[in-house]
Nanobody, 114 residues
């Protein structure tokens, strides 16, 4: 059974940094495309960053140059390093993995506020 468990969210001041983690079990992350979405209150879920099985990365324009996605095969974990955070980055962040179906984590709240 595939499970994704996110962690690392929290409250941070504007300009601060957070690193989100998504630990996978029941699957080997190196074989599949992975990524992060976010959903702010009253808004649609949007893609933040993705990484293909071949290592190709893609980012939303709003986070380019500030966020970075990475994988640790030994820990079977995907990360989202978020720097220079802005209030508009406030959202629930979800990781996913694309196998024959897309599996989602439970989400982790990120709040950027002074």
């Amino acid at each position: 059974q595939v499970q994704l468990v996110e962690s690392g969210g929290g409250l941070v001041q504007p300009g601060g940094s957070l690193r989100l983690s998504c630990a996978a079990s029941g699957t080997i992350i190196s074989r599949y495309d992975l990524g992060w979405y976010r959903q702010a209150p009253g808004k649609q879920r949007e893609l933040v960053a993705s990484i293909s099985s071949g290592g190709y990365t893609n980012y939303a324009d709003s986070v380019k140059g500030r966020f970075a996605i990475a994988r640790d095969y030994a820990k079977n974990t995907v990360y989202l390093q978020m720097n220079s955070l802005k209030p508009e980055d406030t959202a629930v962040y979800y990781c996913y993995i694309d196998r024959s179906l897309r599996y989602w984590g439970q989400g982790t709240q990120v709040t950027v506020s002074s």
